[in-house]
């Protein structure tokens, strides 16, 4: 287009200045060895013109005879690329339409031609987890994770496709194997918070939860909840090693942890089960003087014998304090019977059965009457606890 344009302006040049060169006697004298070419101004132009005009008419000839070449000799290979780029689309079409046989023969078949074969095999593995077939679709991830800038598209599409089969195990494997940048990724933690959940992994949960709540993958309720359960499950963890490696872990924790009467309370459940309280005990009716808590006071049901009679008075004191709590009673009641103390586990029975009359209780008391050979006061309230919703 710029030489027609030059050749034009050149054209027109020479219909302006021709008329005034024609008066001109100058010439052209052209010598070469013996050749000689001798001509007038304005014939010499004109033949420049032609020469070059040809010149352009030749050049334009060659090009669409080799471009007209190149297309006819690339028309089946464009063909190929633009059934393959069609049937890929068609293959993601499928795929959200159910028909998933196809979605995979196609994705599959024209992959090699894409121009964007990481979603024919994406599209591909995700047909063939519909179908059931593991081992394909295990094998599409692979050739995916081959293409270059594929690592954090096919990891996402490999957990969200594990969790689908519920196959926790094989996801946690594959992120046990990345390296910290690939974890850090917004897309790979929506997925490492569900599966360490899952498998309660909470030793490997609790350093991503401040990430996941960076990236609003949680609200900060539900981090501060999930922050608070591995906390809690990671002692049952460290309580396996002993009292040692419990005590030096709950240490370790933020005083504000520390402060949580629902986390203390499964520590001190971990500590007695060690058979520890000791190490506890004026702590824990420090706490439940202060405020009373129905788990903490839990705790101390499972209390042996030894450590039942070093508590009974502190129990005995919260039944003052708290005179409406019928768990204290039930619980003196039971530290009583652990210490063969069967007049005083009467005692408490029978404010318990006033208090808060239940099947249970009834069955305790009846069950101290018959230690203290009153047979026919037992039998009386083993009858009651009969007629007790619960």
């Known amino acids: 287009m710029i030489r027609l344009l030059i050749l034009a302006l050149i054209v027109f040049a020479g219909l302006l200045v021709g008329p005034m060169l024609i008066d001109q006697k100058g010439y052209v004298l052209i010598a070469i060895n013996d050749w000689t070419i001798e001509s007038s101004v304005v014939v010499m132009v004109m033949a420049i013109l032609v020469f070059y005009a040809a010149l352009q008419i030749v050049e334009w000839v060659l090009v669409n ?14 063909r190929r690329q633009r059934v393959a780029r069609e049937k890929t689309l068609s293959s993601v079409l499928d795929l959200a339409q159910g028909n998933y046989l196809i979605a995979e023969k196609n994705s599959v078949k024209n992959a090699q031609l894409s121009d964007k074969p990481l979603l024919n095999y994406l599209t591909a593995a995700q047909a063939a987890q519909y179908q059931g077939k593991s081992q394909q679709r295990d094998q599409y991830l692979a050739l995916a994770s081959e293409l270059a800038n594929s690592q954090l598209a ?21 992120l046990l194997e990345q390296d910290s940048e690939t974890l850090n990724q917004k897309s790979i933690l ?42 809690r499950e990671l002692l049952v963890t460290e309580a396996k090693f002993g009292h040692q490696n419990l005590a030096k872990y709950y240490r370790g924790l933020s005083r504000k942890l520390r402060n949580d009467i629902d986390v203390f309370s499964d520590y001190c459940a971990l500590v007695i089960e060690l058979g520890q309280l000791s190490e ?82 009834y069955q305790s008391l009846a069950s101290v009457q018959r230690q203290l050979g009153e047979n026919h006061g037992a039998l009386e309230n083993f009858e009651l606890a009969l007629k007790q919703q619960q």
């Open 190 to 231: 929506r997925y490492a918070h569900t599966i360490y959940t899952k498998l309660e992994r909470w030793d490997l949960l609790l350093p991503i939860l401040a990430k996941t709540e960076k990236f609003n993958l949680i609200d900060s309720e539900q981090y501060q909840s999930s922050f608070e359960r591995c906390q």
């Open 65 to 78: 005879v080799l471009m007209a070449w190149g297309k006819t000799r690339n028309w089946f290979g464009w």
């Open 154 to 174: 096919v990891g996402t599409t490999r957990l969200k496709l594990y969790i689908a089969a519920q196959q926790y195990d094989e996801a946690l494997t594959w």
């Open 280 to 361: 506890i005990e004026a702590e824990i009716f420090k706490r439940l003087r202060k405020q009373f808590h129905e788990p903490l006071l839990r705790t101390l049901f499972d209390a042996n014998e030894q450590q039942a009679q070093d508590i009974y008075q502190d129990v005995a004191q919260l039944t003052r304090q708290y005179p409406q709590q019928i768990s204290t009673f039930d619980l003196a009641g039971t530290l009583s019977i652990k210490t063969h103390h069967w007049g005083k586990a009467k005692e408490w029975w029978q404010a318990a059965v006033a208090i808060e009359p239940s099947r249970s209780r």
